[in-house]
């Protein structure tokens, strides 16, 4: 139990670290650079998913 309040605690204070970054120009860049990147790799995901998908149906 006191591993999980620590684990809480360490969340709480990142994402409290991570909105003043954001704040600041720097930081605002980084998370919309991090953004596009992650937006980015799950639609190569989908895409993936889908075109595999897409074959196996043919293939029966």
């Known amino acids: 139990m006191k591993q999980l309040f620590f684990v809480a605690v360490g969340v709480v204070i990142g994402f409290a670290a991570a909105h003043q970054v954001a704040k600041t120009t720097g930081g605002a860049r980084f998370f919309a650079d991090v953004n596009a990147r ?23």
């Open 38 to 60: 992650t937006k980015a790799f799950t639609g190569a995901v989908a895409d993936g998913y889908r075109s595999r998908e897409a074959e196996l149906r043919t293939d029966v």
